[in-house]
């Protein structure tokens, strides 16, 4: 088993977000978490990525056999969790390039190596099915690609499970289609993704194994 979170349990002032929840993904899976607004899907993801740090909730997660402590998003990307939020983190007015590699340049002596950033920018957006130029800003490009953009630049991070939240919730029928091919694709290269999604239909098609929410609890998994 790849993800483990075991009696997840997140309360905020006056009121319990989630209850003894319990969610298990293996080594490229698609694992879909459904539920109504308000049932705890976005608050569980933000427990598991470190949004929600250890200490501030109940319970264990478990990623590759070990219990994790997450003291902030850092130490889960450190081992390859990383999450799409449905407001996509992306800076409008720089390039592809840019956003794919802000905070995490590739330098030499202190310098920034802008061919070495194009050229592994071009291989990742190969690998999403981009044919965007790097230098291309962000606020040139519709939001569609903009998501593509988002699991390349998760990509660039070595993802071994990818969160995406809501994620074709702005998309037209074209674009989300192509957003749940390269799941799938990455599914193929061994990838684990957590897919939360309303979409009954989009579920049916790629997911493998679903978890229900529903009032913070976990009806069934």
Not at 73 to 98: K, N, R, Y
Not at 105 to 133: F, M, N, P, Q, Y
Request: aromatic fraction near 4%; charge should be negative.
């Amino acid at each position: 088993m790849l993800l483990e979170m075991r009696g997840i349990t997140k309360t905020f002032p006056g009121v319990k977000a989630l209850a003894d929840v319990n969610l298990a993904v293996k080594p490229g899976e698609i694992h879909a978490v459904v539920g109504e607004n308000g049932a705890g899907k976005s608050t569980l993801m933000k427990v598991l990525s470190g949004v929600y740090p250890a200490g501030s909730y109940e319970g264990d997660i478990v990623f590759d056999g070990e219990v994790r402590r997450f003291a902030g998003i850092h130490d889960s990307e450190s081992l390859g969790i990383i999450i799409i939020h449905q407001e996509l983190a992306l800076v409008p007015l720089l390039s592809i390039a840019e956003n794919l590699f802000l905070g995490n340049e590739v330098a030499s002596g202190g310098i920034i190596d802008w061919w070495a950033c194009h050229a592994k920018t071009r291989e990742l957006l190969a690998r999403v099915g981009l044919d965007e130029r790097p230098g291309t800003l962000i606020d040139d490009i519709g939001v569609g690609k903009q998501q593509l953009v988002e699991i390349a630049k998760a990509l660039a991070k070595k993802v071994r499970l990818l969160i995406l939240d809501e994620p074709t919730a702005s998309l037209n029928e074209s674009d989300s289609d192509k957003l749940l091919n390269l799941l799938l694709d990455l599914k193929r290269q061994g990838i684990a993704c957590i897919l939360i999604s309303h979409k009954l239909n989009e579920i049916s098609r790629v997911a493998d194994t679903v978890t229900v929410l529903r009032d913070g609890s976990t009806i069934t998994t």
